[in-house]
C-alpha cells in the first residue's frame, strides 16, 4: 500500500464523501480536483480491502461535511441572485461554515495527517467561484475584487461586501470660503443649532461635497470620502493645474461610470466655485501615494504693507531669498492642533510681479510644507528669515492662491 492509500484506508473508517476524502490530498498534485482524487483513493481502498476479504461499505451520508457540496447548486443560485443587485467587473467568494465541520476537519487531520490536507472552505471557494464565474461571465479577483460573495452555508444566505469605488481627478477652487472636506459645526458636531443655522456644518458646502454628492449619486453608493493631495487653506484658492485628489466612494451598486459625463455634471454642480479636470479610475493604492506625496507648491501672494517700500527694495529682497532654507516653528494659529516644533523649508524661486500704493504681488514656489502667510509676516519672530523682517517694515498677506501643484503628474 502506499503511503496515500493506507492514510485512506484510516480515513474511510468514518463515511466520508470524495470532497472530503480527496481534500485530506488535495496538496500531492495539481491538475484535478478534489472530488477525483477522493474518487480514486476510495477505488485502491476497495480493492486492498478486498484482498484481504473485507468490504468497504458504500457512502451513504458524509460524516465531515453532511454532503456540503451537493447544494452547490443552491449556494451558486444564492450568489449570483445577490451579486445581481450591484455592478462589479469581477468578484471573490467567502464562506462561513459550520464550526462544528471545521472542528471534525480538524479531527480527520490529526489522524491521517494534514501536510497535504486544504481546509474545506478553501475547496467550497474554489468549486463555488468555478461555477459561478462561467455563469456570469466575470473572473475571480484574489486580490482586490470589486465584490466579495460571503455565504453563509448553513443558511445558504448571501453577504455582499461591495469594495469602495476611487476616482482620481484633479480640482480647482475658484473662491475663498469652501473648505476642502465636509466641516461638521464644532458647537453641535453636525446634529444643527442655532450657530449654523441648522446646517450641521461650519461651511454651507465644501470641495468634498461639491465633487463627492454627484459622484455618490451616480455610483448609488452610501457615504464619500475625499483624499487630497495636502489641502489649501479655506480662503485660499487653489487654481492653475488644480490639486490631485482621490474620491472614495463606499457602498456603490453601479461602478462603471461615465466619467466624462459625470465631470460635467460635478462642474455644473459647483459652477464658479469648484471644478474638476481628468476624471479617471483609480485605486486604495493611489490613495496613499496622493496622502503621501509631498509636491512642490507654487503661490500667488498679495501682500499689504504697512510703510514705504520702494519696487528695487523688494526685487533685492526677494531675489535674496532664492534657494534659501527657512525655519519655522508652528505657527501660533495652528499651535493648538499641531506639535510645536520647529522645522526648514525651502524657499525654492520668487518674483515680484505687481507694486501698488501700499502693497505688491508676488509669486513664490516652496517646498511642501511651507507656511506662507507666517513667511510674509514673521509671526513674531517664529519663522526666521521672514519678508517683513527682510524689508524692515511690517507685512501681512491680504490674499493667497495656490496656482501650481507640482506632483509628479502634472508635469508630464
Ligand atoms: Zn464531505
Ligand atoms: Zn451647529
Redesign the pocket.
Known amino acids: 500500500m502506499t503511503d496515500i492509500v493506507s492514510r485512506a484506508d484510516i480515513a474511510l473508517k468514518r463515511d466520508?464523501?470524495d470532497?472530503?476524502l480527496g481534500r485530506a490530498f488535495a496538496l500531492v498534485g495539481t491538475g484535478t480536483t478534489n472530488e477525483a482524487r477522493g474518487r480514486s483513493a476510495r477505488a485502491e481502498v476497495r480493492l486492498e480491502r478486498e484482498k484481504n476479504g473485507e468490504e468497504l461499505p458504500p457512502h451513504e451520508k458524509?460524516w465531515?461535511?453532511g454532503?456540503?457540496?451537493d447544494s452547490l447548486p443552491r449556494f451558486v443560485e444564492a450568489v449570483i441572485k445577490a451579486l445581481s443587485k450591484v455592478e462589479y467587473n469581477n468578484f471573490l467568494i467567502g464562506t462561513r461554515v459550520d464550526p462544528e465541520i471545521q472542528e471534525k476537519e480538524e479531527r480527520l487531520w490529526s489522524e491521517v495527517g494534514q501536510d497535504t490536507a486544504e481546509p474545506i472552505k478553501a475547496e467550497l471557494n474554489r468549486e463555488i467561484g468555478k461555477i459561478v464565474e462561467a455563469r456570469v461571465e466575470k473572473p475571480v479577483e484574489f486580490d482586490t475584487p470589486d465584490v466579495v460573495a460571503l455565504i453563509d452555508t448553513r443558511f445558504a444566505q448571501v453577504d455582499l461586501d461591495v469594495s469602495p469605488l476611487f476616482i482620481y481627478g484633479r480640482y480647482r477652487k475658484l473662491v475663498r470660503d469652501t473648505p476642502q472636506t465636509r466641516w461638521p459645526c464644532r458647537q453641535c458636531r453636525g446634529k444643527g443649532c442655532e450657530r449654523c443655522n441648522f446646517t450641521g456644518k461650519m461651511y454651507p458646502t465644501s470641495v468634498q461635497e461639491i465633487v463627492g454628492d454627484p459622484v455618490q449619486t451616480a455610483a448609488e453608493g452610501t457615504n464619500h470620502f475625499f483624499h487630497g493631495m495636502g489641502r489649501e487653506d479655506i480662503d485660499a484658492r487653489m487654481l492653475g493645474n488644480g490639486r490631485p485628489f482621490v474620491i472614495e466612494i463606499r457602498g456603490p451598486e453601479k461602478r462603471n461610470l461615465d466619467l466624462e459625463s459625470l465631470e460635467n455634471i460635478i462642474n455644473e454642480n459647483g459652477k464658479d466655485r469648484v471644478e474638476v479636470i481628468g476624471l479617471r479610475p483609480s485605486s486604495r493604492e493611489e490613495v496613499r501615494k496622493v496622502k503621501t506625496a509631498s509636491p512642490n507648491k507654487t503661490y500667488r501672494v498679495d501682500v499689504v504693507v504697512h510703510g514705504k517700500v520702494d519696487k528695487a527694495k523688494i526685487n533685492e529682497v526677494l531675489q535674496s531669498f532664492k534657494r534659501t532654507r527657512i525655519t519655522q516653528q508652528t505657527p501660533s494659529r495652528v499651535a493648538h492642533r499641531r506639535a510645536d516644533m520647529a522645522r526648514k523649508r525651502e524657499i525654492i524661486d520668487l518674483h515680484l510681479e505687481e507694486l501698488g500704493e501700499d502693497s505688491f504681488t508676488f509669486v513664490v514656489r516652496t517646498e511642501a510644507g511651507t507656511y506662507i502667510k507666517e513667511f510674509v509676516h514673521g509671526d513674531n519672530g517664529r519663522t526666521k528669515p521672514n519678508l517683513s523682517e527682510a524689508l524692515g517694515v511690517p507685512c501681512e498677506v491680504r490674499s493667497l492662491d495656490v496656482i501650481e501643484v507640482n506632483d509628479d503628474t502634472s508635469e508630464e
Open positions: 466520508l464523501c470532497h472530503c458524509c465531515l461535511c454532503d456540503i457540496f
